[in-house]
């Protein structure tokens, strides 16, 4: 994989949007810390503006970035599924944060399994990352089906080859430890 492209780093620290591989599926990803970054993929995607995207992260350590301070029952839960294609929606009430959580007042984390893509989350930060689609179509398998989608407006496109992968699945992690079930 190309995660250690020097020009991804690149552009992704400059405010840059991509569409890449990431541990599940093919990705348009940015900088989740910025705003701008953040709007201008849900505007490329066409998604509703109500509905929250998944954030790579390095490590559990990160959430702290988001206002996130896990009970010991979530820190013992978190375990199970880190590293790994499971995305933890956890609750976070920051209202800085609205521009993420979109009032909904959680986010969706995963820490992914792959060095490759973990050596990169340690160089750009953490990362929004929803499927490389438009609102309600499928995720794109190849680059090919990417630019069907986003055409020149991605600042890069990173090929993985054809990737058929399911996206994450999604848990709800309460503070006491219990966990539902929100994507299978």
Known sequence: MAWGDTNLQKVLKNNGVAV???????????????????NRIYELRKRAPSKPCIILVGDESELEKFSIILSEKQKTAIKKYWPGPVSIVLDCPDEELEYLHRGTKTLAFRVPASAGLQALLKETGPLIAPSANLEARPPSETI???????????????????IKGSPSKVIKLSKDGSVEILRY
């Not at 890449?20 to 990705?27: A, E, L, R, S």
């Not at 090919?144 to 054809?162: H, M, P, R, S």
């Open 20 to 38: 890449m591989p990431t541990d599940t599926i093919y990705g348009i990803v940015g900088l989740a810390q910025s705003e701008f970054v953040v």
């Open 144 to 162: 090919a089906e990417a630019k069907k989608y986003f055409g020149d407006k991605v600042d890069l496109y990173v090929d993985g080859g054809t």
